[in-house]
């Protein structure tokens, strides 16, 4: 098989290069300069339309596939909102004919109210003024030396008071 003549390759794809004399070179003692001359031809501006067009509708693409996800992971959590609500209301219709589940029924009720108002949040994109207040976790680094006083404090108060400490 014939070796590839890459001289040849590179005059075609980047056109032919001027080359300074080597007469005028030994003149300066430099080397000879080798100063290849921009190509502007239509099969080189086609190139380059065409390697923009693509990028072009890769972008696009990406673009795409970037919505149709993120529509995605917004339906499903519109779904999960609307089945803790049924849940939360299947669960209140069960024990409301209970006579002793009044607590399980309050709580129930109070999980149905956080669930609504977490669902009338997501559609409508603000929380609703009768919603429950949001708890907010406290991490255990933001803890310092003055909360562990007060805590000593209630347990030192509650040493007295028998009711609080009797379960029976």
Same mark, same amino acid.
């Given at each position: 098989? +014939?070796?590839?003549? %890459?001289?040849?390759?590179? =005059?075609?794809?980047?056109?032919?290069?001027?080359?300074? @004399?080597?007469?005028? *070179?030994?003149?300066t003692d430099a080397a000879p300069v080798v100063v290849a001359k921009p190509v502007d031809d239509? *099969? !080189?501006? *086609?190139?380059?339309?065409?390697?923009? /067009?693509?990028?072009?509708?890769?972008?696009?693409?990406?673009?795409?596939? $970037? =919505?149709? %996800?993120?529509?995605?992971? &917004?339906?499903?959590?519109?779904? !999960?909102?609307?089945?803790?609500?049924?849940?939360?209301?299947?669960?209140?219709?069960?024990?409301?004919? &209970?006579?002793?589940? =009044?607590? %399980?029924?309050?709580?129930?009720?109070?999980?149905?109210?956080?669930?609504?108002? $977490?669902? &009338?949040?997501?559609?409508?994109?603000?929380? @609703?003024?009768?919603? +429950?207040?949001?708890?907010?976790?406290?991490?255990?680094? /933001?803890?310092?030396?003055?909360?562990?006083?007060?805590?000593?404090?209630?347990?030192?108060?509650?040493?007295?008071?028998? /009711?609080?400490?009797?379960?029976?």
């Open positions: 098989m +014939p070796k590839r003549n %890459r001289a040849n390759e590179q =005059r075609k794809q980047f056109g032919t290069a001027a080359v300074v @004399p080597v007469a005028a *070179a030994a003149k239509a *099969a !080189t501006r *086609a190139a380059k339309m065409f390697a923009e /067009s693509l990028s072009a509708h890769e972008a696009a693409d990406q673009a795409e596939r $970037e =919505r149709v %996800r993120l529509e995605t992971e &917004q339906m499903q959590r519109h779904e !999960t909102l609307k089945a803790n609500k049924q849940r939360a209301a299947d669960l209140i219709k069960e024990l409301r004919g &209970q006579d002793r589940a =009044r607590q %399980r029924r309050v709580e129930a009720e109070a999980a149905y109210r956080v669930a609504l108002a $977490e669902l &009338q949040e997501f559609e409508t994109g603000e929380r @609703p003024a009768w919603a +429950p207040a949001v708890e907010v976790e406290v991490s255990s680094d /933001s803890h310092d030396d003055s909360h562990d006083d007060s805590s000593e404090s209630a347990d030192d108060n509650s040493i007295g008071d028998d /009711s609080a400490s009797t379960s029976e």
